[in-house]
């Protein structure tokens, strides 16, 4: 397969997934997933723990940038070992993180942050990376430092952009209502703005928006990241790797300042965002890893290879137990809970 098909097919698919998300997911029937039982409150109820489609859409956008990031570092000869390494590390430090974050900036103890999480995994990642390759009995080689990061700065790109589908499923991460925006971007954006239903999406409960229109913030994101993750693995694959690596995160770290001017959900007090001066930080801090590592030399990248990995059974049950563990993770809901009631339909027994 050609590096232009790969681009194209994956362009169609995401780009259909996201069409289809836009216009279902902020309907109040796409929050809760499903509801267990766990606790009997009379002869007749349940309370129950609801697992919601945000932890399935955060799974789903996992499994796709693990899996990227996967093909992209054995398409330039990279160990699988030092793929699972990266990964696990990451993942494991990145999801506390993402909770802790949270709480230190919106004072919540039940919500989540991917821009905590991801500057968290971005000044991290150099480091662990080097640190695998100064290591012999680990490996052969020594460990393309840029390349590898790169295809992390990738695959968290895509993997944001797909999980932005969750926050519109639970209504969280918000767009100012339109009212309160100016004439042009109302003119703009109103076509496109989302309308939250549910009481219990976050959007509601915080804030009282539900019904309203809002600026579609998640939606545009989403569009965003993905579309440069896209540009990012083609000049990837034709080994242009600072070049995919500097694209990438000026283009994600520029709008997670921007964007954040557009949202209403609480992002902590002063003018600018924590998060802001998070993504201003890593901006810096990536053209600092450019020219601290950019003089190693390069591997050619080859994308046959790359997607052969992917058939590797310890790869194929790797990526599984992550999205399964980020599902749980995530998807066991805090803030919401259900009653619930069983019976038997007579007339069928």
Known sequence: MSDELFIVALAISFGTLLVWAFKTLPRENWQILASIPVAKVDSDNWTGVNLTYYGLFTALATVTAVSVLFVLTAAIGVPKKVSFAVVGIIFCLGLPAAKMIARLVERRPQTFTIAGASFFGFVASPWIVWALGARPELLVDQVPVIPVLTAIVISYALGEGLGRLACISFGCCYGKPLAECRPWLRRVIGPHAFIFSGKSKKIAYERGLDGESVVPVQALTSVLHVAVALFGILLYLKSWYSAAFVATVAVTQTWRVASEFLRADHRGGGRLSAYQIM???????????????????????????????????????????????????????KVTSSTMSFHVIKDRV
């Open 279 to 333: 993504a201003m930080t890593a901006l810096v801090y990536g053209l600092l890893m450019l020219l601290i590592f950019g003089g190693e030399s390069l591997p050619v990248a080859d994308l046959g290879t790359g997607l052969v990995s992917l058939w590797d059974p310890a790869v194929l049950f790797f990526v599984q137990v992550v999205g399964l563990a980020t599902f749980l993770y995530t998807g066991l809901s």
